[in-house]
Nanobody
Framework: QVQLVESGGGLVQAGGSLRLSCAASGRTDSVYVMGWFRQPPGKEREFVVG????????RYLDSVKGRFTISRDNAKNTVYLQMNSLKPEDTAVYFC????????????WGQGTQVTVSS
């Protein structure tokens, strides 16, 4: 089992920045693929970006390209999402998730952290 805990969400004005963190504990190892998802109010959850153990990233959600950056620190079992130039449409609950590199399904999920961007 892997436990994931997100932090770093909050209220920010448009154009501001936030950095989300996701700390993993339990049966962790650096081979897990980590991902960030988000669920805007009243909408479906969407995949933002993923990163493998070596730091290779997936494609970013088109709407966040050039503004968001994912990174990970395997020694700390932590993945980050740096969010810059935030827009009101980035308002969502952000979730961290983890999966085996051999399984396309994210099996482990954090509880989510709220990000609210005011205009």
């Amino acid at each position: 089992q892997v436990q994931l805990v997100e932090s770093g969400g909050g209220l920010v004005q448009a154009g501001g920045s936030l950095r989300l963190s996701c700390a993993a504990s339990g049966r962790t190892d650096s081979v897990y693929v980590m991902g960030w998802f988000r669920q805007p109010p009243g909408k479906e959850r969407e995949f933002v970006v993923g990163i493998n153990w070596s730091g290779e990233t997936t494609r970013y959600l088109d709407s966040v390209k050039g503004r968001f950056t994912i990174s990970r620190d395997n020694a700390k079992n932590t993945v980050y999402l740096q969010m810059n130039s935030l827009k009101p449409e980035d308002t969502a609950v952000y979730f961290c998730a983890a999966r085996s590199p051999y399984d396309g399904n994210y099996a482990y999920w954090g509880q989510g952290t709220q990000v609210t961007v005011s205009s």
